[in-house]
Nanobody, 123 residues
Framework: HVQLVESGGGSVQTGGSLRLSCAASGYTYSTNCMGWFRQAPGKEHEGVAIIESVGATTYADSVKGRFTISRDIAKNTLYLQMNSLKLEDTAMYYC??????????????????WGQGTQVTVS
């Protein structure tokens, strides 16, 4: 049974920073892709970042240069360091695991497991 639990969300002023965490049980980060998504009120889910099994990373243009995805394999934890936060970064943030082979990482339909989300509010 795979369980993903996000934490680290909160309220922050524009220009501030937050670090989100996603702790996994029943899942091995080192051999699978992990990603972060977000959903703002009234908007579709947006793929924020992905880290592949080999460690390669890809970011949405909207966060490139400000966000960093990383993982601690020993702790089985995924992170999203968010710097220079903007109002438009306000959203519920979710971690996702197990991208289907050949899948589009930006599509929510191509991931097998999801966390419950953590709210980030920038004001």
């Amino acid at each position: 049974h795979v369980q993903l639990v996000e934490s680290g969300g909160g309220s922050v002023q524009t220009g501030g920073s937050l670090r989100l965490s996603c702790a996994a049980s029943g899942y091995t980060y080192s051999t699978n892709c992990m990603g972060w998504f977000r959903q703002a009120p009234g908007k579709e889910h947006e793929g924020v970042a992905i880290i592949e099994s080999v460690g390669a990373t890809t970011y949405a243009d909207s966060v490139k240069g400000r966000f960093t995805i990383s993982r601690d394999i020993a702790k089985n934890t995924l992170y999203l360091q968010m710097n220079s936060l903007k109002l438009e970064d306000t959203a519920m943030y979710y971690c996702a695991a197990d991208l289907v082979t050949g899948g589009n990482w930006r599509s929510i339909d191509h991931w097998s497991y999801w966390g419950q989300g953590t709210q980030v509010t920038v004001s």
